[in-house]
């Protein structure tokens, strides 16, 4: 026998029970999305290196450390996407879609590649969802794509977390904020770790994302972003703040809440789990305002704000049935028989499974029940030697055990009312 080939470090296998809870999130999800009109975009898994290190930014984590970027066969260097919004950007821009009526509401949702340090929640291939609206540069948007994201959550089961928005403020009053923010940690700046230090000159915003341990502590009594805010980007932020309040939700403001990035600007928020099974990777859907990124990547500038949210660390929270057994099993003395009655209840929209013995002869039919009942099925029909010679089937209930022999051609209408839709499994214990 040859070796085994393992999987690759960081990425994993959907199996059949997990990939029930992932349709079953996904559809949530996707309801939830398009109930606020946002449509579905599709974009490439690959794109030019380029695009991420203009869209996502040279200074970043993802572009520094964790793009597993390679040259095809042309040279030319391409890269697995790391996130979702660069490209969804990039197909905005290449399909002339700024010519439609603003806002452009899309949403995704794919395997996202990062190289990572792999633990619970963090993965080298994982999946997001996200929605993006380009075109209105009003707060009631922001509000919209935030509310989004809470029903979406609330869609999932997903009770145990809250809410944290800030304001970055514009390229009017940011660099102001920086400035402070430099003066105030200057003096710490020996105590920190060296990516905060290389980060002081880059890009001092991104200091306070920091997560080492140690840098930590020092920074207490920084300066408030919301306190440099002009005076728009003070009434977009009352704006925001009176839209959530509106819609019932009770954001937290953390003034300390960054996206290091320049073409960020004014809203930022995450929506971060409370719930001990996630571990540290709390922070389960973040986003935020890019005024300033349709213009870096060749446009002309747009307004617009998404979010992203992870599937692995949703799915891990939510309350997401694995699936239940098929609506009927049947059980058979012959197979071929068997094969017909399945099909009809199938046909009929049923969930159906039957028996296939290994050696190709029927099993007896005390076997063939207990795999009805290893199956999970709701209902066992059942063609014995007897059935089969008077044309009729017993139905049998597996939950209270109580049999009804009923005429073969009655089988359908004795199952009306009585079963789910076959589609989704899992929606019999929705
Ligand atoms: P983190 O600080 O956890 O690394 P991030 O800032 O890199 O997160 P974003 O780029 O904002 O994350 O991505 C949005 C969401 O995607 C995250 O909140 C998380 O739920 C999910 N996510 C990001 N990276 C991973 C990963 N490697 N594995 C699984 N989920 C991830
Ligand atoms: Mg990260």
């Known amino acids: 026998m040859s070796e085994l080939i393992s999987a690759p470090r960081g990425v994993y296998d959907i199996l059949p029970e997990e990939s029930e809870q992932w349709q079953w999130l996904e559809s949530k999800l996707k309801h939830v999305i398009q109930l606020a009109t946002y449509r579905e975009i599709r974009v490439p898994l690959f794109e030019h290196t380029e695009l991420f290190k203009r869209g996502v930014g040279e200074t970043t984590d993802i572009v520094n450390k964790e793009m597993y970027t390679f040259l095809d066969k042309s040279d030319r260097s391409l890269t697995l996407r790391p996130e979702g919004t660069a490209g969804v950007v990039r197909a905005y821009l290449s ?14 949702f794919g395997p996202m590649f990062r190289y990572e340090r792999t633990q619970t929640g963090r993965q080298r291939q994982f999946h997001q969802i996200g929605i993006e609206a380009l075109g209105s540069a009003g707060p009631a948007i922001d509000a919209e794509v935030i509310v989004v994201a809470n029903d979406c959550l609330q869609a999932c089961g997903i009770t145990e977390y809250r809410l944290e928005v800030n304001s970055i403020g514009c390229t009017e009053c940011r660099p102001r904020y920086k400035e402070l923010l430099k003066k105030a940690l200057e003096e710490k ?22 997560k080492v341990e140690t840098c930590r502590p020092h920074f207490v009594n920084l300066p408030s972003t919301i306190a440099e805010l002009c005076a728009p980007c003070t009434e977009h932020w009352q704006g925001l703040l009176d839209g959530l309040q509106r819609a ?17 600007g004014r809203t930022v928020f ?54 239940a057994g098929p609506s009927v099993f049947v059980v058979s003395s012959d197979d071929k028989a068997a094969l017909v009655t399945a099909t009809n209840l199938r046909r009929q929209g049923i969930s159906c499974d039957m028996d296939f013995a290994p050696a190709g002869k029927p099993r007896n039919l005390g076997k063939q029940i207990e795999r009805a009942n290893k199956a999970g099925a709701r209902f066992a029909v059942i063609q014995g030697e007897d059935e ?22 009655e089988l359908l209408s004795w199952f009306d009312g009585k079963v789910g839709a076959a589609v989704a499994c899992t929606a019999a214990h929705d």
């Open 95 to 108: 399909n002339s879609m700024h010519r439609q009526t603003p806002p452009v509401k899309l949403w995704y």
């Open 189 to 210: 700046l020996p105590m920190l770790c060296n990516d905060c230090k290389d980060r002081f000159n880059r890009n001092p915003l991104r200091m306070l994302d920091c």
């Open 248 to 264: 019932g939700l009770s954001p937290i403001i953390n003034d300390r809440l960054v996206r290091g990035l320049d073409y960020y």
């Open 270 to 323: 995450e929506f971060i789990s409370t719930d001990k099974r996630l571990g540290s990777q709390s922070t389960i859907c973040a986003g935020g305002r890019y005024d300033y990124l349709i213009d870096t990547l060749g446009g002309s500038p747009t307004p617009a704000v998404g979010w992203a949210a992870g599937l692995e660390r949703i799915r891990l929270v939510s309350s997401a049935p694995s699936g």
């Open 388 to 409: 089969l010679a008077s044309n009729s089937v017993t139905v049998k209930d597996m939950k209270s055990g109580e049999q009804t022999r009923i005429p073969a051609e």
